[in-house]
């Protein structure tokens, strides 16, 4: 087969190839090539988030990277962007697009500057107690993020401060990583105990005995926090 035409068709390049049963077209994605990726930002055992620029925008946005060949759950993957594309929350990472090559698949989230929760308390154990105002509104915004999660039948399962990122323009709270959400509408009963062991609740802890735990024991990883 030879190629015989090639262009752009609804913001995607393909090559049209001649066969015996007929022509057949060959989609390639060049939205790789939207982004500038620079410096990184962090790193995990499975992905690297980098800093990167819109050629089309100049818009300040992450891109993270997750290395295809240690996914080892593409379902709890793909719930992840699922969950993500399907909410609409001041105080949740939005996802912008993804994307993905031979080798890695691509999450491309707004930035948030300010780090995580976790390195905000670690400045206030230095530098003094984080502000009493601060703090509550703090929980509040994990709590309006929270129950918008939960009125739409999703739980995310694993809140804690590494997943609370602050957006250092607004001061927002933003929830991410919804890798082991549960998006049933039902909110069934768990089993299973997801989150991290010091954030999780007792009824979480006590699964391993066939013990049921649902969403409303979920909000404890907040009081915790």
């Known amino acids: 087969a030879l190629p015989i035409c090639c262009g752009e068709y ?7 190839m001649a066969t015996n049963e007929g022509p057949i077209y060959l989609y390639y ?8 990726i ?11 988030v980098y800093r990167a620029v819109s050629q089309r925008t100049g818009e300040e946005v992450a ?6 060949a240690f996914v080892t759950d593409a379902q709890m993957l793909e719930n992840e962007i699922q969950i993500h594309k ?22 491309v989230t707004e930035l948030c ?4 929760l976790t390195e905000r308390l670690a400045f206030h154990e ?9 703090a509550a509104l703090y929980v509040e915004q994990v709590l309006s993020a929270a129950l918008y999660c939960h009125q739409r039948g999703v739980l995310h399962r694993d809140l804690k401060p590494q997943n609370l990122l602050v957006d250092e323009k607004t001061m927002q709270l ?9 998006a049933g509408t039902s909110l069934p009963l768990m089993r299973a105990i997801v989150a991290s062991v010091r954030e999780a609740e007792p009824e979480a802890v006590l699964a391993a005995v066939g013990l049921r735990w649902g969403r409303h024991a979920r909000v404890r990883a907040l009081s915790t926090m």
Request: net charge negative.
């Open 29 to 36: 994605d060049q939205q790789a090539d939207n982004w500038c």
């Open 113 to 116: 500057e300010g780090g995580s």
């Open 38 to 48: 620079g410096e990184e930002l962090g790193s995990g055992a499975t992905s690297t």
């Open 63 to 68: 891109v993270k990277a997750i290395s295809k």
């Open 10 to 16: 609804g913001g995607r390049y393909y090559f049209s």
């Open 126 to 134: 230095q530098a003094g107690p984080m502000p009493e105002r601060q």
């Open 174 to 182: 933003k929830i991410a990583d919804f890798g082991t959400a549960d």
């Open 86 to 107: 399907a909410t609409d929350h001041p105080n949740i990472l939005r996802l912008l697009e993804t994307f993905e090559d031979k080798d890695r698949l691509y999450l």
